[in-house]
């Protein structure tokens, strides 16, 4: 695939009718999926955000609310073999991933149930079985390890891909640069998705990044790169599939640049005095992934609204029986402080 | 009905003030929607809806300060809460499903180091430097605007120093220390960056060896990992390599050492680290007076300095001298109690826990000396070795890995210089030799506690 067909098709609107016209049942079910696992991300999300709130999460809790569509989308086009690493901001990743809710809001809650025993926390979790290689917490460092995991898969010749995820101002990060061209340079399997939500804590991109078209960022080692409508889940998985297909075909990396938006704080203490509050309640009522979808879904015939209800009711218990889990699980017995620090 | 309970804003948020309601008895609002605004020691902060509903009955009054976390501040009727939702739908924001009993109780566990206040007379006797002149008149305010003044104040005298670093200008910094120092000194002067910290570390030495005083600010000394080559290999080293001719006069503060809950990769303690290299100077204080004081000389100092904070204590209060210009010696410890039986050592918030361990002490007959050392490198030693050759006992106490410690160190040293006045061997509480885990029951044992400190005082007591 040349590049320049790689940004004419980020326009799905060919394969995805907006209104009106069926959808084969494939497509449905997909779709169905999609909005599924949008709407179990926000629900897990606003139960962490509540039991923060009660002091039964603590430390860091960076909550993926707005951001959905594109670990949705993105997840939809690998297989069980490819990976998955990205930052602390991790839980949407985890649930599309496949990860049990229950697990990771005990792993948030600190107790021995959860994905870590309660001893990484909210921004370091991992699942060896479900190929997601964390959760990490310096900003940048997780971008060469993903690229060494797609190194590993070069090396192994397994055609496994590992998905990069970084934020906008970890795209600032010297060692995405190195990183950037050490893939070039060996053809690694691996898509960089940069999650640019616009702001870096408190620093609204223009007031950080130089050139703030990100998805230019490999450009300077022929990666190609192509922005992405990151609100938009079937755009995401449009590009994704594209992406995916590009580097696990050996044509090296890829970068996609989603443009998306988070509605909450950076973490739990967050004062939001850097944006305004129509900005936000702008985006959440014109652009969110999940209502515009669910709309474009009734308007397709895929769903009913009552059906579109019945999905969140179902999210919602299970979304309280993670919560539960979670707050009736004991804590690490105190052995546990001295075991996993070396095999 | 769900009961609206006072949230934590912040790892360390214990209570806060209820400064203003955003909405009123019944009032429908949405998720999004702001319910209320609340102070913290560190920022005002909206409070948001998560469900949408009816508000019902609002519990606390707008302006009601100390509200503790948990409490139920108003009542929330969800829309068609009685149709599609079992009672089991929001279960989270039901005082009922607080548990107690079966797992932890979460708010004590949440619970930060206790606030220490200056007002029993050993403390206030303890939180002053001896250097300060007599007849000085003191106000008691926070580690954090005692560092506060002290950048101003350098800014204000020298108008090559500036302040770079993440957040440390719009936002007033992550943990509000360059709060209004923007609006004073401007963008010339008080510089937001990219998240690019080996870059601008770098960057700073560079201004340093072309003529300017850099305060590098790292957001939290966790993150200088991505630019301790610069600290180390540029600026530490470059005036021994120009054969005197360099010289890279520059401060890189932060804060260092866990905070609460933040895990493993956001809570190590860096003093040893720095410690370690020739060419550096590495200050770590724990009071206000002294935070001010040697910060301001740190900035006039013509070497690379490693200012070692911590932000639990940012928020302690100490009293402080009104002094125009009140700057303390780099590399001076200082005996904070007087005591015979045994000598405690620490530095940064465990001198906090020492003056603690040695109340528990006294009730014991043990009369502890402590010594706050202020100054890692160069390492007081004198004051030090003074002090064993009078108790004969010595433990050392300090977050940071037991490995090469801080307490390595003067257990080595009191070996060297005071071996035949010692009657027990020296005796090191640290942080365990594990990272920090997340679990609050484990990241407590992880932790030097009082207990520790107590008991290995006692134990070199032979007690
Ligand atoms: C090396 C490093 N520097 C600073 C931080 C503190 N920090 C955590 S997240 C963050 C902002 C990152 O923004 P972005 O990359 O845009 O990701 P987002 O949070 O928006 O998902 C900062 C500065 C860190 N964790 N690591
Ligand atoms: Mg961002």
Redesign the interface.
Same mark, same amino acid.
């Given at each position: 695939m040349a590049r320049a067909e790689a940004t004419a098709a980020a326009n799905p609107e060919a394969e995805f009718p907006a209104s009106g016209r069926a959808v084969d049942s494939a497509t449905a079910e997909r779709q169905k999926k999609f909005y599924h696992d949008m709407l179990l991300i926000r629900r897990f999300e606003?139960?962490a955000?509540?039991?923060?709130?009660?002091?039964?999460i603590?430390?860091?809790c960076h909550l993926y609310i707005g951001q959905e569509a594109v670990v949705v989308g993105m997840q939809a086009t690998l297989e069980p073999k490819d990976q998955v690493i990205t930052t602390y901001r991790d839980h949407g990743h985890m649930l599309a991933a496949g990860m049990d809710p229950s697990g990771v809001m005990a792993?948030l809650t600190?107790?021995?149930s959860g994905y870590?025993k309660? %001893?990484?926390?909210?921004?370091?979790m991992f699942s060896r079985e479900k190929n997601f290689f964390g959760g990490?917490?310096?900003?940048?460092a997780n971008v060469p390890i993903g690229t060494g995991l797609a190194f590993a898969n070069r090396y192994l010749r397994n055609g496994a891909v590992c998905i990069t995820y970084f934020g906008d101002?970890?795209a600032?990060?010297?060692q995405v640069f190195e990183s950037f061209n050490m893939a070039a340079l060996w053809k690694l399997p691996v898509v960089y998705v940069i999650e640019n939500n616009q702001y870096?804590?408190?620093?609204a991109i223009r @007031?950080?990044?130089a050139e703030v078209e990100l998805f230019k960022r490999g450009s300077a080692d022929d990666i190609p790169g192509e922005p992405v409508d990151g609100m938009d889940v079937e755009k995401v998985y449009e590009a994704g599939r594209k992406a995916v297909q590009w580097t696990r075909e050996g044509k090296g990396p890829y970068v996609l640049e989603m443009k998306t938006y988070r509605? @909450?704080?950076h973490s739990?203490?967050?004062?939001? %005095?850097?944006r305004t509050?129509e900005e936000?309640?702008q985006m959440?009522e014109k652009h969110d992934p999940i209502d515009t979808f669910g709309a474009r879904l009734v308007r397709n015939g895929v769903m009913r609204d009552d059906e579109l %209800?019945a999905v969140d009711?179902e999210i @919602?218990?299970t979304i309280?029986h993670a919560?539960?889990f979670a707050?009736?699980?004991?804590?690490?017995s105190?052995d546990?402080?001295?075991t996993d620090?070396l095999k | 009905m769900t009961q609206i309970l006072m949230p934590a804003l912040s790892p360390t948020m214990e209570e806060g003030k209820l400064a203003k309601w955003n909405v009123k008895e019944g009032d429908t609002v949405k998720p999004g929607d702001v319910l209320a605004e609340i102070e913290t020691d560190k920022a005002t902060m909206e409070f948001e809806a998560v469900d949408a509903g009816r508000v019902a009955k609002i519990l606390v009054p707008e302006g009601s300060e100390g509200v503790k976390v948990n409490t139920p501040i108003a009542e929330l009727r969800q829309e068609g809460e009685e149709s599609d939702a079992p009672p089991a739908r929001v279960p989270a924001t039901e005082t009922k499903s607080i548990k107690q009993g079966a797992g932890p109780r979460p708010v004590e566990m949440h619970k930060p180091v206790p606030v220490r206040t200056p007002e029993k007379a050993v403390d206030r006797a303890a939180a002053l430097p001896e250097e300060i002149p007599s007849g000085a008149e003191f106000v008691t305010m926070t580690v954090r605007d005692a560092l506060r003044d002290a950048l101003a104040e350098e800014m204000r005298r020298d108008d090559t120093v500036f302040l770079m670093g993440e957040e440390v200008a719009q936002y007033q910094g992550a943990y509000k220390v360059s709060q209004g120092l923007l609006e004073e000194f401007g963008d010339r002067r008080v510089i937001d960056t990219p998240i690019t910290e080996q870059g601008f570390a770098g960057l700073g030495v560079g201004a340093a060896f072309g003529g300017l005083r850099p305060i590098i600010e790292f957001m939290t000394f966790n993150f200088a990992m991505q630019a301790i080559d610069q600290l180390v290999n540029s600026a530490a080293k470059t005036l021994y390599m120009s054969g005197g001719q360099m010289g890279c006069p520059i401060v890189f503060r932060g804060p260092n050492g866990p905070a609460a809950r933040v895990a493993a990769q956001h809570s190590q303690d860096y003093s040893s680290w720095y410690a370690h290299v020739p060419g550096l100077k590495v200050v770590s204080p724990y009071f206000a007076a002294d935070a001010k004081g040697l910060l301001k000389a740190a900035v006039r100092d013509p070497n690379p300095v490693i200012f070692l904070e911590n932000e639990i204590v940012y928020g302690r209060s100490f009293p402080v001298p009104k002094l125009d210009d009140f700057v303390l010696p780099i590399g001076k410890a200082r005996v904070i109690r007087e005591g015979s039986g045994v000598t405690l050592v620490a530095h940064s918030i465990s001198v906090g826990l020492i003056m603690d361990a040695a109340e528990e002490l006294a009730k014991e007959g043990i009369e502890a000396e402590l010594i706050d050392l202020r100054t890692l490198r160069p390492l007081d030693a004198e004051t030090v070795i003074r002090s064993v050759k009078k108790t004969n006992r010595v433990v050392t106490v300090e977050q940071g890995w037991p490995v090469c410690s801080i307490g390595s160190e003067i257990a080595a040293l009191v070996a060297d210089e005071a071996f035949d006045y010692l009657d027990a061997p020296p005796s090191r509480v640290t942080g365990k030799d594990v990272p920090m885990p997340y679990a609050a029951n484990l990241e407590k044992l992880a932790l030097p506690s009082i207990a520790d400190v107590v008991s290995a005082a006692k134990r070199v007591c032979y007690r």
């Open positions: 606003e139960k955000g509540q039991l923060y709130g009660m002091g039964l603590g430390g860091f792993e600190g107790r021995s870590s309660g %001893k990484g926390g909210s921004m370091h990490h917490g310096i900003v940048g101002g970890a600032n990060q010297g870096a804590m408190g620093t @007031r950080s990044t509605y @909450r704080g739990m203490s967050d004062p939001a %005095k850097y509050r936000v309640q959440r %209800k009711r @919602r218990q309280n919560a539960e707050t009736d699980s004991p804590e690490p105190p546990e402080l001295y620090v | -």
